[in-house]
């Protein structure tokens, strides 16, 4: 894992975890408070964020596919982000927030479909080399959740798509395959307990981001959460 603060001016954050652990809600809680000061916010997803990117993630989400079919088709998609959202983004100074990155590569292709780990290091290694070193984001955010309680949070949510109607084993896995990560770069990683209320994780997530010297002391709630919480 490499100091991404050295290749760039902005400041890059990656939220992970399984659907159903509150990932999005606080994604525009963030942003809100990183532009009450005075900061500028490049919002982004993966596999998405281009239109390119986008429809290889209509592919990924709904097409039966093998599980190298479909890895080449995530790094394929965070290529092509990466070099015409991110890059930029990043280079103008901007706080790029991003819906999964690579940790969700090594989490869902990884640990749910037991895919060769070393395929997806060398996927990782050639998609994300950027002036020498690998493109990490400056810190991720995992929201932990046991996969049992992310299942009753969605259940009814929506129609599922080819994830999301997965068996439990599938995401027990999943979840292992994040804490893999996450043992693998603690400097890296912020893990917070997506079990608590939205207003304690939300109080979690900006202590850890204040300590981390990200953001200023004050942080008010954001009008995202002035909605009823589900």
């Not at 989490?107 to 070393?118: C, E, I, M, N, V």
Request: with cysteine; glycine share 8%; net charge neutral.
């Amino acid at each position: 894992m490499t100091d991404n603060q050295t290749m760039s001016n902005g400041l890059f954050i990656s939220f992970e975890g399984i659907d159903g652990a509150g990932k999005s809600t606080h994604i525009e809680g963030l942003t809100e408070t990183f532009q009450q000061q005075g900061r500028r916010v490049t919002l982004t997803r993966e596999p998405g964020g281009t239109p390119l990117a986008e429809t290889l993630r209509g592919l990924v989400l709904n097409q039966a596919m093998d599980p190298l079919t479909e890895a080449l088709l995530i790094f394929a998609a965070r290529r092509d982000h990466l070099q015409q959202v991110i890059e930029p983004a990043l280079a103008r100074g901007d706080v790029v927030l991003c819906d999964r990155f690579t940790d969700a590569t090594f989490a869902y292709q990884g640990g749910g479909r037991g895919f060769d780990l070393q395929v997806l290091q060398q996927l990782e290694q050639w998609v994300q080399l950027q002036d020498g070193k690998v493109r990490q984001p400056d810190l991720t955010l995992w929201f932990a959740l046991d996969p049992a309680i992310a299942a009753q949070r969605l259940a009814g949510a929506r129609v599922p798509d080819r994830f999301e109607s997965q068996p439990l084993a599938f995401f027990e896995q999943v979840h292992a395959g994040y804490a893999a990560r996450a043992e693998q770069a603690p400097h890296r990683f912020i893990t917070i307990d997506a079990s608590q209320t939205r207003h304690q994780v939300w109080q979690q997530l900006t202590r850890a981001l204040i300590q981390r010297g990200k953001l200023s002391i004050v942080v008010p709630i954001p009008k995202a959460f002035q909605s009823p919480a589900p």
